[in-house]
């Protein structure tokens, strides 16, 4: 909103557990200010984050990052773990609203459910940031949001250029409710129609997770082992297409006769060592350190009277084996 080969269970489960216990501990406590605190007119106001859901590596970034600005401009942050579920969402609005916050952030898992709790943090005039997710209704002072359509073009691209612009590809699609699957899919779905009419394409519908997409890709071989290219809205369900590759025996190196290219979506860490390794041979990158300074900017201007920034869309960027090592990929600046 939204990462068996690279990651073994025992170190996926530590990552999990240790992202949590960290929330955990920040979440209801509130972090100190930093030095620079002094100087934002942020200073002592308190933020709740509603976030998508810290299963995913890149949403795990994305709120360290709000947390550590957070910190810095000397605000005091609760953070929830959406785990990418609407109801439990709901459930953690409603608590907010309860609490009064100076601020809200908050990143739906599908925004259409949200709507009630939109409508009252209008009403108690509490000022609601916005990411990814937008709800049909309500208002908010600022929305941030990766640029999903022109994300799932690129993507439509990349499948293109390594297929020679036919034969039948797998498309691992995220949540149906979700807005950020939705544009990913309308991007993909309307690149290759006007511009490569000899693919053909079949979604799987892997609701964000690998153990899904693994079932998904391993059927879709079944009924046809016949497939150019797949495409994963995450680099998470790329850990099950992997596995599901394995599984079958289909799973073959870039360079090596029979390799299946493979394109993820978002840049994590595990997708680029899987990029490095030859088992992902793309991925749609995306940058939770330019969304998360963003949206704390946009805040920042609103309590100081300045113009706000309504809309904010960060552009995607192609990584590839010769990029893969870059500086500026947001995977290469955390540990896995």
């Known amino acids: 909103m939204h990462n068996k080969i690279t990651m073994p269970t025992t170190r996926r489960t530590v990552l999990q ?24 007119v942020l200073k002592g106001k308190t933020l709740a984050y509603i976030a998508f859901g810290l299963q995913y590596e890149y949403q795990v970034t994305l709120v360290d990052h709000v947390r550590k600005l957070a910190a810095e401009k000397g605000m005091k942050i609760s953070v929830y773990d959406g785990k990418g579920d609407a109801s439990t969402q709901t459930t953690q609005l409603l608590d907010v609203l309860s ?21 009252k943090a209008n009403e108690a005039k509490i000022p609601l940031f916005m990411l990814e997710n937008l709800p049909p209704e309500g208002e908010w002072v600022a929305y941030n949001t990766f640029d999903d359509v022109a994300g799932g073009r690129a993507a439509a691209d990349a499948v293109a250029k390594l297929t020679g612009g036919k034969g039948r590809v797998l498309e691992v699609r995220g949540a149906i409710g979700s807005g950020q699957s939705q544009k990913r899919y309308d991007g993909f779905h309307q690149q290759m129609k006007e511009k490569y009419p000899d693919i053909t394409i079949e979604t799987l519908k892997a609701e964000w997770t690998a153990d899904n997409a693994q079932t998904l890709t391993v059927d879709a071989f079944t009924r046809d082992p016949n497939v150019a290219a797949i495409w994963a809205h995450n680099d998470e369900m790329i850990r099950g297409v992997v596995s599901a590759l394995r599984q079958i025996n289909r799973l073959e190196l870039v360079g090596e006769k029979g390799h299946i290219p493979v394109i ?73």
């Open 17 to 40: 557990l240790t992202a949590g216990a960290a929330f955990m501990l920040t979440g209801a406590l509130g972090l100190p200010g930093a030095a620079s605190a002094a100087d934002s």
């Open 99 to 119: 609490k009064q916050p100076d601020i809200i952030l908050l990143n739906p898992v599908d925004a259409k459910l949200l709507q009630g709790g939109v409508r």
């Open 264 to 336: 993820g979506f978002d840049g994590t860490p595990l997708g680029l060592q899987r990029i490095r390794e030859g088992t992902q041979t793309a991925d749609v990158g995306q940058d939770p350190f330019s969304m998360g300074s963003s949206i704390v900017k946009e805040m920042e201007n609103h309590f100081s009277g300045k113009p706000v920034e309504k809309n904010t869309l960060i552009q995607p960027v192609m990584i590839w084996k010769e990029n893969v090592n870059s500086p500026d990929n947001w995977g290469n600046k955390v540990k896995s």
